[in-house]
């Protein structure tokens, strides 16, 4: 049914499923460097899983995982450089922690918090999650335009799922990129799955990467599960963006081992098999695989990731959930540069209404 | 019910069912009653919706009938003026009030005015339904209420059920209604109450507003989610001495306002509720028309209770945003001691 996730002609790869070499790796990538992404991507599994985990006992909001999508998320983070800019749809977590954005705020902005979108750093001019669908990509692409116009050696980075290619404003902002050759790079998460729609229902081209070809644009399809794979691609990508050859448009094939997002139960639509069969393919397994056989992972450094990881992870949570609220006024404080006489008006109003309300507690507390 | 020729005894079933059930009754009523009818939308068939109002149905009338689309707003509007000038009925769902507004243009540009610019020759009887309002913790863009922005769009119907019974008989008719019908779900309310209804085919009409609760001291008026708080203020204040007559407005555009004015004549009080930000929405418009028509009926300024101009805060301070009844309580005692 789904998208093969096995290795076809055509597409890029380097580390198949069963964690085997499959064609010399790329420079830059050695034992430390694979040691590394192996690190971030079992990093963010950790994250992730836990994050699921406060949804399920009521201490966070509705989350989108990006269980079995971790490659993806490392393999772009890894290859953009300090001064490229990201902008990434809601499952990017593994990209943003790798740019900075601390795993802490990942959770305040699903646990409802906007503090969560306060990156600093390398990640201080990339974009928040866009929740809409498909809409940062002309973000992305004005960004890139910006970055033309005033002649910078960057370039950026724009991600999406498969269900946004449905959507006019993908096609739009590539079609930009072909015509004006900008510096951009956008990667299509093609998890499979559009929440309930699969890809096939999706589009009736044969791939995601082909419709690079209708806006003029280089188009590639990789194996999104293999780190490597994702890292080289990008990597080449923002090269040749770099230097003003323009943009890059690569199908990152992987597949959402998870639900939609905790809001979602993707039993109702389908097959277990299907994910039973998809985990095979798993990106952080075959990872350790490959470090395992050739000697470069002992359990001795297993254990050792697993207790750092968790460690970290508690402490982001322990944060997260001990943050102070925001100060009630923040949601009208940021609207404009500065706040306008109809929002002072009705700030003034709220703080009134809380103070009522503050009351009338007190009142009813001392009544019983 | 006898008047209605397509209902059968076999379908005269009552039904014990929350908004969002009562949703997919008239659906399913409309599927079985007119052959034309069309589901659209996306994660309407094998999901039966992300809220479950197309639940079964794509078993029920199968794929041609139910139509799960690609991820595209602006498509499915689109695709639904298409059907709709052909003959078709399509019933569109948006699965968010946020992602509504890629299908704007197609709304503002076509569906509202297909009718005008071929001078009749075409029409658009399509309903584009949307679940809407905040409150349930979701996250950003999925909390929106911007009725008033289709409300200002020429040549759309905007209507809005405040309770199961309403959802079913407002839903028919706006199905069967010659004109495009933008219909937002209180989402907040899909499943707060049960009521029984009656499965005989019977719509409610589009141009008038619910009278909830007769009272001679003030006006409450709102729709959606908010008539939740708005009944609770009323019998807040009918303990204070207080009689709040309640009207639910359901049908937003176009607005009826003879009801409201004939329960301003009698009350000479006003309080509007939305939970929408607080300019230039619904609540103005029928602010305003008060003001024009009943003035010398006020014995107070109409009070609005009204959310931020701001957009809806993530879930954290989501609770700051919302109009409560403590609010709408404290309006309609400004209106009272008025004057």
Redesign the interface.
Known sequence: MFDSLDQVPGKLGFIDAQGNTRQPLPAGVDVAWLQASYQHMVRIRQLDKKAVALQRTGQM??YPPCLGQEAIGTGIGLAMQDDDILVPYYRDQATQVLRGVTMQQVLQ??????RGNLFTGVAARDFPNS???GTQMSHAAGIAAAMKSRGVRQAVVANCGD??T????VYEALNLVGVWQLPMVAVVNNNQW????PRS???GTRTLAEKALAVGIEGLQVDGNDVVAVFHAVRTALARARRGKGGTLIEAVSYRLSDHTT??DAT??RDAAEVSRAWDYDPVKRLQTWLHASGHWTPAQEQALLATVKKEVDEAVSAYLNEP??A?D???AY?FAEMTP??LA?RDR?LI??A??AA?QGGDSHGQ | MASNRRATCKDLQTHDVTLVEAVNLALRRALIDDPDVVVLG??V????G?FRATLGLREAFGYKRVI?T???E??IAGISVGMASQGLRPVAEIQFM??I??AVEQMLCHAGRLRNRTRGRLSCPMVLRAPFGGGI??????SESTEAMFAHMPGLRVVIPSSPTRAYGLLLSSIRDPDPVVFLEPKRIYRLVRQQIEDDGQGLPLDTCFTLRQGKDLTLVAWGAMIHETLLAARELAQQGVDAEVIDVATISPLDMATILRSVEKTGRCVVIQEAA??FGVGSEISARIGEEALLYLRSPVQRVTG????M??????S??MP?T??IV?AARATLETA
């Open positions: 909001h509705t902005v699903w646990g409802g918090d906007e929740v809409p669908i269900g946004a449905s959507r006019g404003d559009a929440i309930s729609v229902l999706q589009t809001a979602d109702r639509y609220p925001q009630p923040d949601f009208i609207v109809p929002l009705q709220l209404r809380l009522r309300d009338a | 996306e994660d068939g094998t999901n039966g992300v799960d690609p991820l595209a602006a498509l946020g992602f507004n890629s913790h979701a996250p950003e863009h999925h607080r300019s931020y101009d701001t957009p805060p993530y879930p954290s301070n989501e700051l945003y409560s403590a609010d404290e």
